[in-house]
């Protein structure tokens, strides 16, 4: 009898082994099964009309993780469309501080929708806590009957039919409370093995049960090891959970088969159990990942708020990334773990990007109102001026406004037209009427055009001679005759320099090519007697070369975009600086060539 019970405490334990796991995973269960479906591209109303929904659910219990979803989903909508109010309001023109969140209705029907849920659960989980209980009673009392039936001495027939009796109601009888569950099932199980030692049930009748039981505890095994066929592993693991407790309620078996029976039962529930932890392992590496990019998006902000955009197309360009980046951090799955502390670090930095903005448009305005006063009083000076007969002085007070105009900042779009139109009438009109008044000067101006356009006829038909030396003075000669000639009108200044440049560096460029093919096939003969480290000394140094080169040509354009004809002086420093920045440019090509020359040395 000793050896019987101790068998029977060994499998208990063995049961409760693989039963232990099982329990503990049951919440992780349910979190897989909620965490599986997404309410984030649902609306406020939409989200409320599912929550009704859930609500006609018979358990409570089975939808709380859902309505946790719901709850989240609902108040990360509502945030957002604060947000784009708050957006809304500052781009058009509104001082952050006295925003308004504009009441919505959704959030009062959503709480009210939340406390009767809350309500409900509460008298439903009560409820269940008392019919726990309740059962937990009528397995205490059936305890005690087993407890009578074992010492009684009555007819061995009639104990056993009232044994089996009490067996099939304790199946009947439903779950008891998780406390009491090994408490209780350990003592029923050995009171069993009491009643079938004590009461010495004879050998037929004894081998029968084990042989059901076997039966019975087999065809729970095969079911287990069907389960390892299934896709789903949180739906297996749930069903071995019931699979157990099936095992629970049934007898033993012969006591040479109960370890080989049980270690088959164990095997299997072992391979479900690592599939289970398998898959929550891999949901915990997904988490990291999202917190991972989640991050990642944080920083991209943060970087964004520490450059400080300076023009309004900067701030455009960051506004739209910043914008992108919230979108992003929407498709990422929600993460549990440091969800309010990541969500709070990106709103943060949304918030900083935005109130920065606003701050910069306000100033920005404020700088624009002071450039629009600036700009009307050289308005009221272009006015004053523009009845002037005084052809030159005034002709270059108002040349002086031009300049000093440019220099001014700008002013809001929609004031930015009117102004400048009052400015260039004022000064149209001045040199309009001076135009008028010096007629001769375009006739003047009309010669010394024509005469432009002959030279550069004869230097388009003009041919190389054999001499080096003869051509570069002839090109020159050409080059002088040109600035002597005298004004031509302003709007062909331009296009006929450019004719004339174009035309005199055809011959400029032949008489350049032959010296530069020799220069560079010498250059690179002398490549090819030089080591590796002395290639890469020698393209380190043209890089620099080329980089100073490159900064000069950039500084000759822009100091050519400042510069206007107003004498043979300044047409011939156009005419200098254009081909300085030609030359620079060929130096640019030939630096270029002998780079690409190192590089396919290496």
């Known amino acids: 009898m000793e050896t019987k019970q101790q068998d029977s405490i060994q499998e208990m334990k063995n049961v409760e082994e693989v039963s232990s796991v099982l329990e503990s995973s049951v919440s992780m269960d349910e979190f897989v099964v909620q965490s599986q479906k997404g309410y984030n591209t649902f609306e406020l109303n939409e989200l409320i009309n599912l929550f009704k929904e859930l609500l006609q659910n018979n358990d409570l219990e089975l939808i709380k993780g859902d309505v946790e979803l719901i709850k989240q989903s609902f108040y990360r909508k509502l945030n957002a469309d604060v947000e784009v109010q708050k957006k809304n309001f500052v781009e058009q023109g509104g001082d952050l501080e006295k925003f308004v969140v504009k009441k919505d209705d ?25 019919i726990l209980e309740d059962n937990y009673s009528l397995k205490a009392e059936l305890l005690e009957k087993l407890k009578t039936l074992i010492a009684s001495s009555e007819d061995i027939e009639k104990i056993l039919q009232e044994f089996k009796t009490l067996q099939q109601e304790w199946k009947n009888i439903g779950q008891v409370p ?118 990642a998006i944080c920083e991209q902000v943060e970087v964004i708020n520490t450059e400080m955009p300076s023009t309004y197309k900067l701030w455009e360009e960051a506004t739209v990334r910043v914008v992108e980046l919230q979108q992003e951090w929407k498709t990422i799955p929600f993460s549990k773990k440091k969800r309010v502390e990541l969500y709070e670090r990106f709103r943060s930095a ?27 009083q050289l308005c009221e000076q272009a006015e004053a001026l523009k009845e002037s007969k005084d052809w030159v002085e005034t002709g270059n007070k108002l040349v002086q406004l031009q300049a000093e105009w ?131 000394s020698e393209r380190r140094f043209l890089v620099r070369q080329y980089n100073e080169l490159k900064g000069e040509v950039k500084t000759y354009e822009n100091n050519l975009g400042f510069l206007s004809s107003s004498s043979k002086k300044a047409d011939k420093l156009i005419l200098e600086m254009q081909r300085n920045i030609e030359k620079l440019k060929s130096q640019l090509a030939e630096l270029e060539e002998k780079i690409n020359l190192i590089d396919s040395k290496e």
Request: charged share 40%; aromatic share 12%.
């Open 350 to 376: 949304c918030d900083q990007f935005f109130n920065s903005k606003a701050e910069f448009f306000k100033e920005q305005k404020k700088q624009n109102s002071q450039n629009l006063e600036l700009k009307k």
């Open 178 to 295: 998780p406390a009491k569950t090994n408490e209780v099932w350990k003592e029923y199980n050995y009171l069993q093995e009491q009643f079938y030692d004590l009461m010495k049930i004879n050998k037929e009748l004894r081998e029968y049960d084990f042989k059901k039981n076997l039966e019975q505890k087999t065809a729970l095994c095969v079911a287990a090891e069907a389960l390892n066929g299934e896709e789903d592993v949180v739906s297996a693991s749930q069903k071995l959970q019931k699979l157990h407790d099936e095992w629970k309620n049934i007898g033993p078996v012969e006591k040479d088969l109960r370890e080989e029976i049980w270690m088959r039962f164990k095997d299997a529930s072992t391979v479900i159990n690592k599939k289970h932890q398998a898959f929550f392992d891999e949901k915990k590496k997904k988490e990291e990942e999202y917190i991972s990019q989640k991050i």
């Open 406 to 536: 440019k220099k001014v900042g700008s002013v809001q779009r929609r004031q930015s037209d009117a102004v400048w139109k009052r400015f260039q009438a004022a000064c149209d009109y001045f040199f309009q009427e001076r135009e008028k008044a010096l007629g001769d000067k375009k006739k003047e101006e009309s010669e010394n055009l024509q005469l432009k356009k002959d030279l550069i006829e004869k230097v388009k038909n003009f041919v190389l001679g054999e001499n080096r030396e003869e051509n570069l003075a002839t090109l020159k000669a050409f080059e002088q005759e040109f600035n002597k000639i005298g004004f031509v009108a302003f709007k062909q200044k331009d296009k006929v320099l450019n004719e004339f440049r174009t035309a005199i560096n055809v011959h400029y460029d032949a008489l350049h090519f032959e010296a530069k093919k020799r220069k560079m096939n010498k250059y690179k003969d002398n490549l090819s007697n030089k080591s590796e480290s002395a290639l890469t």
């Open 106 to 130: 959704s959030e009062t029907i959503f709480k009210e929708v939340y406390a009767d849920y809350k309500k409900k659960r509460a008298a439903q989980q009560e409820s269940k806590n008392k």
